[in-house]
C-alpha cells in the first residue's frame, strides 16, 4: 500500500488552468501505472489520464490537448496540469497508483 496525498484543487473560471499534485509515500517503481481520476456529481468516477512508470502516457478523448500528466522521481509526486478548463471538467479528482487512492481533490470551473 501507497499512502496518496492530492494537493492544488479549487475553483477557477471557464479557460483558466490549474496543477494538481499527487504526492506519494514511496518512489515510484518499475511497473507501477499511475492515474488520475475524476467524478463528477452524480456520475462514475472515470480515467482522466494515466502514465506508466517508463512514462508511457494516455488520455481520455475529452481531454486531450488540454492536459498533461508528468511524474517527479525525485519528489515521489504526479502532477495534473489542466489548461483550457471547462464546465464539464468540474469534478472530485483522485490520483491512483496500483490499488492505492488518494483522497480526492474538488476542481470546480465556472462558466
Known amino acids: 500500500q501507497v499512502r496518496l496525498v492530492e494537493s492544488g484543487g479549487g475553483l477557477v473560471q471557464a479557460g483558466g488552468s490549474l496543477r494538481l499534485s499527487c504526492e506519494a509515500s514511496?518512489?515510484?517503481?518499475?511497473?507501477?501505472?499511475m492515474g488520475w481520476y475524476r467524478q463528477a456529481p452524480g456520475k462514475q468516477r472515470e480515467l482522466v489520464a494515466s502514465?506508466?512508470?517508463?512514462?508511457?502516457?494516455n488520455y481520455a478523448d475529452s481531454v486531450k490537448g488540454r492536459f498533461t500528466i508528468s511524474t517527479d522521481n525525485a519528489k515521489n509526486t504526479m502532477d495534473l496540469q489542466m489548461n483550457s478548463l471547462k464546465p464539464e471538467d468540474t469534478g472530485v479528482y483522485y490520483c491512483?497508483?496500483?490499488?492505492?487512492w488518494g483522497q480526492g481533490t474538488q476542481v470546480t470551473v465556472s462558466s
Open positions: 491512483k497508483i496500483r490499488f492505492s
Open positions: 514511496r518512489s515510484i517503481f518499475s511497473g507501477d501505472v
Open positions: 502514465i506508466s512508470s517508463g512514462g508511457i502516457t
